[in-house]
């Protein structure tokens, strides 16, 4: 063999960022000259060279070339030691090369930085942060997590006291910012804090700077700050439904009664006082509570007696006028209506005036027990109603004529339901209809 090679020393120590340089000899003990070409075997060779990366050599003479190592100040070369060679190849003879051998050892290096997630946080009754620490070394550390707060009326926690981190990883590390006192409302207070990472030095290193990091927490009042303003504006709303009910609402329902009293009603009423006079033809008046006709006795008596008189033609006398008025009895009819929602409206008859009598309605009683919602009609055969009410708005309501609403001859009374909704009274089951019921009274008297 023509070629020698030789490491000046065959262990070195290479630190992190620094360049360490062992010189590499060579022999050309051949006859010739020769170039030879030198390449890094091993895990450092990525971050270790030869310069020259080639030598030429004339037969016994030596020469020197430099073997540098840099390895990089990251995680990338994990600290410890390993081996390697150089490759010495002539050029001419590749087939006779040789590979001086040796170890390197990287030194260890501990570099960590921190960041606080979110940096400020805020809530009424706690803060939470996710404080991530970063190992940015050679060498797996453990960390201690701790917290300073700047004022003495926050308490600051970590669920876990301490990280293992390996080299190039991040772990995170959940921190909790508690005030001392609740704050029910008020202006919001600021808490700030420092969170810090403390890692133990390699060994022969000196000790290590805490990795420290400034956060905040904003502690917030319980009650928002716009709840005394919607609670005041709400009490106003109120206040402004019920004077729109009392004072708009509520009188047009007690005057729909009025509005229905009609002109046409007004003069047909007018009309019959006129004629009150002259004779009244017999007949029996009648009425009853539901609807159908019951004698009335001294309707019946008076009726025959003004009957007697002939149909109160001019010849009528005043005695017989008074007898007629007379004879006008109290009546009073009762109707009850159950009606479904959706199929259309129910109607029910309260009153039937027979044809010889004329019936004179002065009050009207409509009840709503069960608060059902839809409309009720009241007529009495004349082409307007009597009355048409809603029933929401009302449970019991009564209407009472001075100038009392004249039903003619044959003519009825009814009340008709049409139901939108089934009304729930209080403590009790839901109905599966809705029910009303109708009271009208007035006079019963002989068509004149």
Known sequence: MSLTASLDASIVTATPGEEAVVPLQVLNSGSTVEEYRFEMVGSCAAWAAVEPQSLSLYPGNSGTVEVRFRPPRDSSVLAGESAFGIRVVPTSEPGEAVVPEGR????????????????????????????????????????????????ERARITFTEPELRIGPGKAEFGTLRVKPAKRMW???????????????????GQEPLEPVVVD??????????????????????????????????LRPAVKSAAREAITPEAVASAAAEESKKPGAASGGDSSGDSTGGDTASSSGGKQGASAGSNGTGGPGASPSSAADAASAAAPTSAHAQVRDAVGGGSTTATALQVPDTHTFRLTDIVVQNPQGDAGTITVSSGQDSPVLRLALENFR??????????????????????DCRKVGKPVNAPTPSRCA???LLGGTMQPKS
């Open 215 to 248: 956060g905040s927490y904003q502690q917030e009042a319980i009650l928002p700050r716009w709840l005394p303003r919607a609670i005041a504006v709400a009490v106003v709303l109120i206040l402004a439904a019920g004077g729109l009910w009392y004072g708009l």
């Open 185 to 203: 409302r008020g202006t919001p207070l600021t808490h700030p804090f420092q969170a810090t990472a403390t890692a133990a030095a390699p060994e």
């Open 436 to 438: 009303e019921s109708l």
């Open 396 to 417: 019991d309501s009564d209407y009472h004529f001075v100038t009392p609403i004249l039903v003619t001859p044959g003519g009825k009374v009814t009340m008709t339901v």
């Open 104 to 151: 390197v050892t990287v030194l260890p290096f501990t570099d960590l930085t921190g960041e606080l997630v979110p940096r400020a946080s805020h809530g009424s009754r706690r803060g939470t942060h996710q404080f991530a620490v970063d190992n940015r070394g050679n060498v797996p550390v453990t960390v201690g997590l701790g917290a300073r707060s700047g004022t």
